[in-house]
């Protein structure tokens, strides 16, 4: 009874994190009031459940917390440091001392879910997978229902400016913050097709391409594409040799997949060139290497670079938030050099880098899990948050830390010290 009750407070939260409108067109156009409410909630609803965890457990800290916890404090010491000999320093700035709290907690949050056995890495997975499904359902029914119902239920979650072109996709308030989101179940209903032909994995597949294309994001758009092809060539890897051998079903599915998405794309590009111009048009300016966007996001890489080199203090440290210079950083690896100097490369390497490899590693140390096919999910999701991170700050952004850091947490927490996995 106790862990049934922890597990459906887990899933309340994951869901008010996804599905309590930020109120956009309400409070302000930004939405920023209600990202703001929603963070401080998740907040103080994740502290009041771990804090309940911890108390009802026996617990000691282990390498890979204290680890972790000395990459979160260096994170806010670096922040207050970069404030503190940032000359125009605002109150704005000062708020994002909120992120290496939020972030950190959200890590222990999916750290103390699998170490206390609340419930499973695959649980958390299918969890969030079902409901980020849940909110890709969401927007095409607004979109479907866009002149009755749909764009006034919108209009509580996305921006004004992308509601007249139906550009929105799920809960999210930006099209890319899906498309990044959105290649966790995109990989897990793909990885149970080709496993067992699962029906319904088919219709979750086309509901969240069908969202991503109504986004529009170049970016996503690639990603989405690139991390499916790297399912097919690597899944095999994954699974074991007696279904290589004998499941001739699988091998069927596996090579007709990729034929199929092909076929979707070249008539998505066909026959409704003019529907999504601003996205095929953008693919054809991408791959020609004329797109201005990732011309600018170059630039943008080439400036922060710049300036960060104007000083010592500003290499190691970066310059802070500095809100009130009016920069404007796109891409994840801009904005957090800008920000955090060198010491950028340590919140990348621990958060992207560091979790591939430890999967990895582990994937091929282990020799008996059943549910082995994860280790490619998870995989594939992290590789997805670098890929994406060139074109936008994904991380960062309203209803993605949650999930981002509490499945890192969780990814670390899924082995013990001696070695066996808790995917099952």
Known sequence: MYRIELKTLFKCIIFFNLFFPTFNNYFDRTG?????????TV????????????RNNEFRFDRILASYCAVFFL???????SNIFNANVIVSDMFELFRPVYYFVCFVFGYALVRFDVISLRGIVHTYSKYILITSLFSLFCIIF???????????????????????TGTFQNPYDFAFIGTLPLTYYLSRFYLNSHKVSILAILSLLVTMAFGQSKSGFVNFLLIAMLLTLFFGFFISKERLMK?????????????????????????????????????????SGGDKSSQIRLEQFNNAVTLINGSGLHLAFGYGSYKSSSLMFESL???????????????????????VFFLVVLRFKTTKCKHSWLYLVLILFFISAAVAGVGNNVIDQARVPLLYFSLLGAVFSSVNVKGSNNFE
């Open 32 to 40: 920023a009031t209600g990202v703001l409410f929603n963070n401080i």
């Open 43 to 54: 907040l103080l609803l994740v502290c009041s459940y771990c804090y309940f965890i911890f």
């Open 75 to 81: 994170y806010f010491f670096n922040i207050v440091i």
């Open 146 to 168: 866009f002149d009755y119902i749909g764009r006034d239920l919108i209009s509580f979650y996305a921006k004004d400016t992308l509601i007249p072109g139906r550009r929105f």
């Open 247 to 287: 499941d001739w079903s699988y091998w069927i599915r596996i090579t007709t997949v990729p034929i199929i998405l092909i076929s979707i794309v070249a008539g998505f590009f066909v026959f409704f060139t003019d529907e999504f111009a601003y996205l095929v048009n953008g693919l054809i300016r991408l791959s």
């Open 333 to 355: 690896y801009s904005l957090y050099i800008f920000r955090y100097g060198a010491l950028s490369f340590i919140y990348i390497f621990s958060w992207i880098v560091l979790p």
